[in-house]
């Protein structure tokens, strides 16, 4: 009935036109009417992504319930987005993981479901991992498609707006039209989150970095036209060697799957941020790719704490986190000490740290054995919840292995995702 109603004239004609036809031109007429959620396929995704400015991604698997929860209100918020802003240069796209797993691989989709964003025809490096309803889904979906570009028309304007304490990128251009602004443009949509961008007119093109910590002016130098070479720098100036971790990234942290060299420290005391951050910077310079340099709250992340046997009084501590087991960096006044922070880590890549941890066993064990002696079994150190007071630090039980990771748990959930192994990938 459908079909006769779109199609009255071929309808007349249906004895005369093979099945095959009329059941194309059905299809094709039904991907029109229903083109809210558009599938993704490794022919089309590339035209799709680069065709709109904001495309919104649902990795799925028919064997995964969660993306079985998903897909319904995936496509009636696409439905919806599309009621409401007809216009919008926005696509809400979903990818049968099963059908097309070279898609997987490409996009590093290790999870189901999994949705990712592209704007200007990039990945932007942030999934979306928040509530899995109609209005926040759309809701996101307008935020992306916000201009990350604020304007200013003089320096009064630009000093009364600019938030020093933040990442800032300060541009100016004399033609708007130029290669060199559209470039720009395009990579603030994807660091929005990481820096802040400011453009005004100039006679001559520029752009600045303006560092938080050190409050130096960093100008780029390379060729404005040169997009790769001026996505690397503002991607090295807008994510730093060193980042905080938070109980609202660590999952997308975790997922990067590089061990975490974290600084747990009173965030009161800035001062400690920045030694650590200046010895980061000058051993581990190059192993951006190797480890995760990162700095917590010891106060909110005190569970890590008294797995390494410590508490909020003895920060600060360093101490690396594998995703197996954890190591504590062995003595916090050598931190500065040159080289001592950039062998920790080429300890933990060769082995040694592990090694050197049981090849001391002997020791431990008679340590252990004090421990038990002086501290009869049923009397719990450990009982005093978070936040009430003891009569003084508890005992720290000697570890006879080094302590599991802590970290590996707040890796994304089997209540929310399919989590897929290594041999499934």
């Known amino acids: 009935i459908l079909f006769s109603r779109a199609f009255p004239e071929l309808t007349l004609m249906s004895g005369m036109i093979p099945v095959v036809v009329v059941s194309l031109l059905l299809s094709l007429w039904v991907s029109t009417v229903d083109a809210e959620a558009k599938y993704l396929s490794i022919d089309n995704h590339e035209q799709i992504i680069n065709d709109h400015q904001v495309v919104f991604v649902a ?13 319904p209100i995936f496509e009636e918020a696409g439905k919806k987005f599309k009621e409401e802003h007809p216009e919008a240069s926005a696509v809400f796209g979903i990818v049968d993981s ?5 898609l997987n691989d490409k996009y590093f989709v290790n999870k189901y479901p999994t949705m990712k964003v592209f704007v200007n025809g990039e990945l932007v490096t942030k999934e979306y991992r928040s509530t899995r309803s109609v209005e926040a889904l759309t809701d996101f979906v307008k935020q992306q498609l916000q201009t990350a570009m604020h304007e200013f028309s003089s320096d009064d304007q630009l000093n009364a707006n600019l938030n020093r304490s933040k990442r800032n ?8 039209n130029a290669v060199g602004y559209t470039n720009l443009k395009k990579m603030s949509s994807i660091l929005k989150e990481e820096c802040q961008f400011y453009i005004g007119k100039a006679d001559a093109d520029s752009i600045v970095f303006l560092d938080p910590d050190t409050k130096d002016e960093q100008k780029y130098t390379g060729d404005f036209s040169n997009y790769d070479f ?28 590089l061990p975490f060299l974290i600084y747990f420290r009173d965030t009161d005391k800035k001062e400690d941020d920045k030694i650590f951050s200046d010895v980061v910077i000058r051993e581990l310079g190059d192993q951006k790719a190797s480890v995760n340099a990162l700095l917590a709250d010891g106060n909110k992340f005190a569970h890590p704490l008294r797995h390494l046997g410590k508490t909020a009084k003895d920060l600060p501590v360093l101490a690396i986190d594998s995703f197996q087991h954890m190591f504590m960096f062995p003595d916090m006044s050598q931190l500065t000490v040159p080289g001592k922070l950039r062998q920790f880590i080429m300890d933990l890549h060769s082995g040694k740290l592990h090694k050197e941890f049981h090849e001391n066993m002997d020791q431990k064990m008679i340590d252990l054995a004090k421990f038990n002696a002086e501290n009869p079994e049923g009397h719990d150190h450990g009982a005093a919840k978070d936040g009430e007071a003891r009569g003084g630090p508890p005992a720290a039980k000697p570890h006879t292995s080094p302590p599991p990771s802590v970290f590996k748990e707040l890796k994304p959930s089997n209540k929310r995702y399919s989590i897929l192994q290594k041999t499934e990938l």
Do not use: M, Y
Request: hydrophobic letters at 40%.
């Open 169 to 176: 990128i300060i541009a100016r251009f004399a033609d708007p």
């Open 98 to 102: 099963q059908a097309h797993p070279t």
């Open 59 to 71: 990795f799925c698997a028919d064997w995964c319930p969660f993306s079985r929860r998903l897909k």
């Open 230 to 257: 001026l996505k690397q720098w503002l991607t090295d100036k807008c994510i730093p060697l060193v980042r905080e971790v938070t109980f609202e990234n660590v999952e997308e942290l975790t997922e990067e799957g």
